[in-house]
């Protein structure tokens, strides 16, 4: 798509990629020329999530009738996608130029640019995914939550962590570990969420059988976990559609079984955490590295902001042709 909106070419140059185009100088040099022009106008953008959650964004663009309001469309449409992967939701505000709101409700559509967006996004939140297009003040107010999540150590408590390939499983007792185990499996082959089931099941009552009682269990996978529920997660991409409603509760059958406090998260939210943990700091950044990219964020309170954190998916290059 060609547009009006102006590429930056980065001072450092990287030879694999010498038509990367960072998308941190492109929004940068666009607010300044909007700044400049001395004519800008406020732009709100709300992304809602399960529960009535609402993440806030707020930026400038150029009027409906200025000669360079051509180039909101690419601003815009690029920082929605961005804060969609970032923070996930299913409807999505935009409080500015009525033009600009009716272009993204264009891209969003089942034919439209945005047409993966769409689809994935009203998935796992399990709502029609919807744009609204609104004045400014007309945008709703932030509605932000944060949990308090890890970092526990006292007790009997169990981790674990599955991959693709194997699944991990520690017994720690007053948070020294007495036990781990690493066992292949193959979830991804699998087309009967018994199996899953099964295996997990197991490692949990292995590592349990290592300690005189279980206070909590807490694991990690890659994939989308939402109220410890899988909305999308490679290790049941094997399963059938009509077969998926099972997997989505599976967690939540293990926490009723066990009778404890039972979480599961995101590989990405639990590096953040740990990260968190061994630095003794706030306000970290956690990237995992594996078959793609998963990211997690504990806030400058400690917590875990709940955002989606699909990082991979964001734009970080602008230029036309770029993977995201």
């Given at each position: 798509?060609?547009?009006a ?10 030879p694999l990629?010498?038509?990367?185009r ?7 040099a666009?607010?300044r020329?909007v ?10 953008l ?17 009027p ?14 690029r920082?929605?996608?961005?804060l969609?992967?970032q ?16 272009y ?7 034919d439209?640019e ?24 007309e ?11 890890g970092g ?5 408590r169990?981790?674990f ?25 193959e979830p ?6 018994e ?5 997990i099941m197991t490692?949990l009552q ?9 206070d ?15 909305m999308?997660?490679?290790l049941?991409?094997?399963i ?11 967690f939540?059958r ?21 990260g968190?943990m ?5 306000g ?12 997690g964020y504990?806030d ?7 955002w989606?954190?699909?990082l991979?998916?964001?734009p ?5 042709g770029a993977?995201?």
């Amino acid at each position: 798509m060609k547009s009006a909106f102006n590429l930056i070419t980065p001072q450092f140059v990287p030879p694999l990629d010498p038509g990367f185009r960072p998308a941190a100088l492109a929004n940068r040099a666009f607010r300044r020329e909007v700044h400049a022009s001395g004519v800008g106008v406020p732009l709100v953008l709300g992304i809602e999530r399960q529960a009535g959650i609402i993440s806030r964004y707020e930026t400038v663009v150029f009027p409906a009738e200025h000669p360079r309001a051509e180039a909101n469309l690419r601003y815009v449409e690029r920082i929605v996608k961005f804060l969609l992967w970032q923070r996930g939701g299913w409807r999505v505000y935009v409080g500015g130029p009525q033009v600009i709101g009716e272009y993204i409700q264009a891209c969003y559509q089942p034919d439209g640019e945005r047409a993966f967006d769409y689809k994935f996004m009203g998935q796992i939140f399990e709502e029609h995914f919807t744009v609204v297009a609104c004045a400014a003040d007309e945008a709703p107010p932030a509605n932000e939550t944060a949990a308090d999540i890890g970092g526990q150590l006292h007790g009997c408590r169990i981790g674990f962590d599955l991959g693709a390939s194997d699944r991990k499983v520690s017994a720690v007792i007053d948070g020294e570990p007495v036990y781990s185990e690493e066992v292949v499996w193959e979830p991804r082959q699998h087309a009967d969420p018994e199996y899953h089931y099964h295996e997990i099941m197991t490692a949990l009552q292995t590592a349990a059988s290592k300690m005189p009682r279980v206070d909590a269990i807490g694991g990690s996978s890659a994939g989308i976990y939402i109220n410890n529920r899988p909305m999308v997660a490679s290790l049941f991409r094997g399963i059938p559609e009509e077969r998926y409603d099972r997997v989505k509760n599976l967690f939540l059958r293990l926490g009723e079984e066990w009778r404890v406090p039972f979480t599961i998260i995101n590989d990405g939210d639990v590096t953040a955490l740990a990260g968190a943990m061994s630095l003794e700091a706030t306000g970290v950044l956690g990237i995992a590295l594996g078959s793609s990219e998963a990211g997690g964020y504990v806030d400058t309170h400690g917590k875990l902001t709940g955002w989606l954190n699909e990082l991979a998916f964001t734009p970080i290059d602008y230029q036309l042709g770029a993977p995201a």
